[in-house]
């Protein structure tokens, strides 16, 4: 864990000491910052002191991923250093939510920034802290936040529940969904598909997503949407142009996403992927959605608009479906 500030106090005198030797007198807040950041890298410290005197915010993110750096296993540095902003702290680096903290009280020490218990809940990726970061110090927004959903939170809503829930955790945008789960092994119908090699079927994989859909237009209808939605009448009626790309086992994590294409009621179409490490594993061109109002009877009388049921009789399918 970090020395923090208390121990940077009672070593003040010698750590002055040692830059004046050096012929580089250093100020009060550089000694605070040179301790905070003593077990980062030497890259990590020199951006922090740059970012101080310049206040240049592309020096962000080598500061955040620097001090990320420091707290993580070795095994995953490599990771980490890839640059992909979609990795998350918890799931693919390891970090668990006191080191999650610690992190962030280091980036705010450093930068002169405060974070809310409450903004820290939506900071679940790399990409997501640094564009916080960047957007508190800059003052300037790079558009929409996503919002994080818990599995506990997930399931609250979903009409889907344990064993048939795929979906363990959530981030959504006004029109963009991202999610996860990870394939344990335990799933009872691996047993059957199949015997000795258990491979997750992709019409479940079809279904994760139909789902991340389903919690997407429950929690952030689409503003073409004006009436809420009855949670215990939607259905999956339709999948366009699905693709298998890749084979699926235990241990496997999927990382969801979704997009809303079009949607008046009483349809929602989505598309939709599915990637494991990054790489392809599903593509849906399109997942169709039909939901009822929850107030108010939807039928071919009112406005022209087709009922849940007739286009229930009407569900189609393309490429595979489930």
């Given at each position: 864990?970090?020395?923090?500030?208390?121990?940077?106090?009672?070593?003040?005198?010698?750590?002055?000491?040692?830059?004046?030797?050096?012929?580089?007198?250093?100020?009060?807040?550089?000694?605070?910052?040179?301790?905070?950041?003593?077990?980062?890298?030497?890259?990590?410290?020199?951006?922090?002191?740059?970012?101080?005197?310049?206040?240049?915010s592309t020096l962000v993110p080598t500061i955040v991923l620097g001090i990320v750096e420091r707290f993580l296993d070795p095994?995953?540095?490599?990771?980490?250093?890839?640059?992909?902003?979609?990795?998350?702290?918890?799931?693919?680096?390891?970090?668990?939510?006191?080191t999650m903290i610690e992190a962030i009280m280091m980036v705010e020490e450093s930068l002169g920034v405060s974070i809310k218990?409450?903004?820290?809940?939506?900071?679940?990726?790399?990409?997501?802290?640094?564009?916080?970061?960047?957007?508190?110090?800059?003052?300037?927004?790079?558009?929409?936040?996503?919002?994080?959903?818990?599995?506990?939170?997930?399931?609250?809503?979903?009409?889907?529940?344990?064993?048939?829930?795929?979906?363990?955790?959530?981030?959504?945008?006004?029109?963009?969904?991202?999610?996860?789960?990870?394939?344990?092994?335990?799933?009872?119908?691996?047993?059957?598909?199949?015997?000795?090699?258990?491979?997750?079927?992709?019409?479940?994989?079809?279904?994760?997503?139909?789902?991340?859909?389903?919690?997407?237009?429950?929690?952030?209808?689409?503003?073409?949407?004006?009436?809420?939605?009855?949670?215990?009448?939607?259905?999956?009626?339709?999948?366009?142009?699905?693709?298998?790309?890749?084979?699926?086992?235990?241990?496997?994590?999927?990382?969801?996403?979704?997009?809303?294409?079009?949607?008046?009621?009483?349809?929602?179409?989505?598309?939709?992927?599915?990637?494991?490490?990054?790489?392809?594993?599903?593509?849906?061109?399109?997942?169709?959605?039909?939901?009822?109002?929850?107030?108010?009877?939807?039928?071919?009388?009112?406005?022209?608009?087709?009922?849940?049921?007739?286009?229930?009789?009407?569900?189609?399918?393309?490429?595979?479906?489930?």
């Open positions: 864990m970090s020395q923090g500030p208390l121990l940077s106090l009672t070593m003040s005198d010698q750590t002055t000491t040692k830059a004046e030797i050096a012929g580089s007198p250093t100020s009060g807040s550089e000694v605070l910052l040179r301790e905070t950041l003593k077990r980062c890298s030497s890259a990590t410290l020199e951006a922090a002191l740059q970012y101080r005197a310049t206040k240049d095994e995953v540095v490599d990771k980490l250093r890839s640059g992909d902003d979609s990795i998350q702290f918890m799931e693919d680096l390891g970090m668990d939510s006191l218990n409450d903004e820290l809940m939506n900071l679940r990726s790399i990409g997501d802290l640094k564009s916080f970061i960047e957007e508190k110090l800059t003052g300037v927004s790079k558009g929409e936040t996503s919002e994080f959903y818990s599995i506990e939170k997930v399931a609250a809503v979903m009409p889907q529940q344990e064993p048939f829930l795929f979906l363990e955790q959530a981030n959504l945008s006004d029109r963009e969904a991202e999610g996860r789960y990870t394939i344990s092994g335990r799933e009872s119908f691996l047993e059957g598909h199949f015997k000795g090699n258990p491979v997750f079927p992709a019409s479940i994989m079809l279904e994760a997503l139909g789902q991340l859909a389903v919690f997407s237009l429950l929690k952030k209808a689409p503003e073409e949407i004006e009436s809420e939605i009855d949670p215990t009448e939607i259905y999956f009626t339709g999948a366009d142009g699905v693709r298998c790309h890749r084979v699926c086992k235990p241990g496997d994590i999927l990382d969801l996403s979704v997009k809303l294409k079009r949607a008046r009621t009483p349809l929602a179409v989505y598309s939709g992927q599915i990637s494991v490490n990054g790489e392809k594993a599903v593509v849906a061109e399109e997942i169709t959605l039909a939901f009822k109002p929850k107030d108010h009877s939807v039928n071919g009388s009112e406005n022209g608009v087709a009922s849940v049921s007739e286009v229930n009789g009407k569900s189609h399918s393309s490429n595979g479906t489930h």
